[in-house]
């Protein structure tokens, strides 16, 4: 990997970790009526790290020099704008008695960087909102996904998305006072929409579908981190949000193993389970502890304690499928969908697989599923451990057509060649 690569690379992790950051402290300093200039001021900075480090290297603290670049960028923007027009002070330049120089530092302190995302991520989640646009507004200012990014996590198309974000902008400018947010009183309002969006956020990253990268770690460890964030304030501490973090802990412990040599998924069954992250699976055992303290059962705590098990086998052979398929029959009762469906007729499989077809076939019937590679894939696979490789090859095949992300067609073709092999 050359310089321009490694260079292009970092400023991408470093776009993900701090874009969201920047965004928040510029808004709480200049309002939400400025939410353009603040996100231009950042896309700016990033642009400008791009150029110079090119030729000056990378320096000792990006991070401290992005921020640091950022607030130059929006002093000279505020002064700017002052001469032109008059700039609409906000709440928080109302409130004190200093420079805005010395504002800004205040506000650069890590406790107030942190403050300042909180209280971003509850506006964004204002219940005058829906919850599809809480999300995409979340997704798009504090999160810096970009229009593909959500359309591909939300399953919209791409204009769709870029009209709600048009309109989820110009109601934020609207409210204008983020300073005024209250995390405390509005946590358990919202809270709900916020694990939400931090679950998808995640998911996207676990798996993702327009990138050549088949997994994006920078997505899942900022969803992590701000799910911690919820979690060592205090405002949204409850078994729900630890419950996320660990099923958040213990997918991401799975990532040293999950693609091969052609960068295609491997199975739970083909892993190296050494290469899976034990401090991350005694992280995620410990929020698990703490998620079952209550009585609560949300669908995140099925989620984690059925990764928990997966996590917690010696071997593949040694998994507890008969819990883990009753606790998809939990889910199905508590959130049903097809994704859910599926996933409970593949654990029933590796109990017994003879009705396993005759599942799939209903569900691809009721579920209008017929274009989802997933369930052909699972035929594939039934048929495979069956031993009935020719019609596994078939379906491998038909999920091949199906399918669109470069991992999941290697991962397909590598199957196909299998049955290949074992069927002569």
Avoid at 318 to 346: C, D, F, G, M
Avoid at 394 to 407: C, G, N, V, W
Wanted: charged fraction near 25%; aromatic fraction near 8%; hydrophobic fraction near 40%.
């Amino acid at each position: 990997m050359n310089n321009q690569d490694n260079i292009d690379q970092l400023t991408a992790h470093l776009f993900r970790e701090n874009s969201g950051k920047m965004v928040a402290v510029l808004s709480r300093m200049f309002g939400l009526g400025q939410i353009d200039i603040a996100t231009d001021v950042v896309q700016d900075t990033f642009e400008t790290a791009l150029s110079k480090w090119r030729f000056s290297g990378i320096p000792d603290n990006p991070s401290g020099w992005l921020m640091q670049v950022a607030k130059n960028k929006a002093l000279n923007t505020f002064k700017r704008e002052n001469k032109t027009q008059a700039f609409p002070p906000s709440v928080y330049l109302n409130r004190f008695d200093k420079s805005i120089e010395n504002q800004f530092d205040i506000l650069l302190s890590p406790k107030e960087i942190k403050d300042s995302q909180l209280r971003l991520l509850f506006t964004c989640c204002h219940p005058s909102f829906s919850t599809k646009n809480q999300i995409i507004i979340t997704l798009n200012i504090l999160c810096g996904f970009g229009i593909p990014e959500i359309a591909n996590a939300l399953l919209m198309n791409e204009e769709a998305v870029k009209k709600a974000l048009t309109r989820g902008k110009a109601s934020l400018r609207k409210l204008d006072n983020i300073l005024q947010t209250n995390i405390i009183a509005q946590a358990d309002e919202r809270i709900k929409t916020v694990r939400t969006i931090l679950y998808l956020m995640f998911n996207e990253g676990y798996k993702t579908t327009r990138s050549k990268e088949a997994i994006n770690n920078d997505l899942c460890y900022e969803a992590i981190r701000l799910a911690k964030l919820l979690e060592n304030d205090g405002c949204a501490v409850n078994s729900e949000t630890n419950a996320l973090i660990a099923l958040m802990f213990f997918n991401v412990s799975r990532f040293p193993a999950r693609l091969g040599t052609s960068d295609e998924w491997l199975t739970l069954e083909e892993q190296n389970r050494s290469l899976w992250n034990s401090i991350f699976i005694e992280e995620g055992c410990h929020y698990l502890n703490k998620a079952t303290q209550s009585e609560t059962l949300t669908r995140f705590h099925i989620e984690a304690i059925i990764a928990s098990i997966h996590c917690t086998a010696t071997t593949f052979k040694e998994t507890n499928w008969q819990k883990i398929a009753y606790l998809y029959h939990q889910l199905e009762q508590l959130e049903p969908s097809p994704v859910v469906t599926l996933n409970r007729i593949i654990a029933e499989s590796y109990l017994s697989c003879s009705d396993s077809i005759r599942a799939l076939d209903e569900l691809e019937i009721k579920a209008d599923l017929k274009k989802n590679f997933l369930v052909s894939a699972t035929k594939g696979d039934i048929y495979k451990r069956k031993g009935e490789f020719k019609n596994a090859q078939i379906y491998y095949a038909q999920a091949l057509s199906l399918s669109a992300s470069p991992a999941d067609r290697e991962f397909l073709r590598k199957k196909i060649l299998q049955c290949q092999i074992n069927k002569n």
